[in-house]
Nanobody
Framework: QVQLVESGGGLVQPGGSLRVSCTAS????????MGWSRQAPGNQRELVASITNTGITNYAASVEGRFTISRDNTKNTVYLQMNSLKPEDTAVYYC?????????????WGQGTQVTVSS
């Protein structure tokens, strides 16, 4: 059984910072890429950032330069450091991890954590 749990969401003022974390738990985990997506009301889900096992990162244009994704493989944890937050960053942020079970890769998703940027 694999589970991903996010933490760190909350309310922050424009221009502020927030770090969200996501930890994968389970036995015999082989985790590939991890990342974050977000979905605001009325909007489609957007991939915000991803990171491979080797540290290759990708960012949505809307967050590049402001957000930083990182991971700690010893903790099976991925982080998203969000700086210079804008109201349009308000969304539910979901983390995912591509996990190998046997010979099958599957994306597992967390429950999401609400990030609200408002004055």
């Amino acid at each position: 059984q694999v589970q991903l749990v996010e933490s760190g969401g909350g309310l922050v003022q424009p221009g502020g910072s927030l770090r969200v974390s996501c930890t994968a738990s389970g036995s015999m985990l082989n985790i590939g890429a991890m990342g974050w997506s977000r979905q605001a009301p009325g909007n489609q889900r957007e991939l915000v950032a991803s990171i491979t096992n080797t540290g290759i990162t990708n960012y949505a244009a809307s967050v590049e330069g402001r957000f930083t994704i990182s991971r700690d493989n010893t903790k099976n944890t991925v982080y998203l450091q969000m700086n210079s937050l804008k109201p349009e960053d308000t969304a539910v942020y979901y983390c995912y991890g591509n996990i190998l079970r046997g010979q099958t890769w599957r994306a597992y998703w967390g429950q999401g954590t609400q990030v609200t940027v408002s004055s």
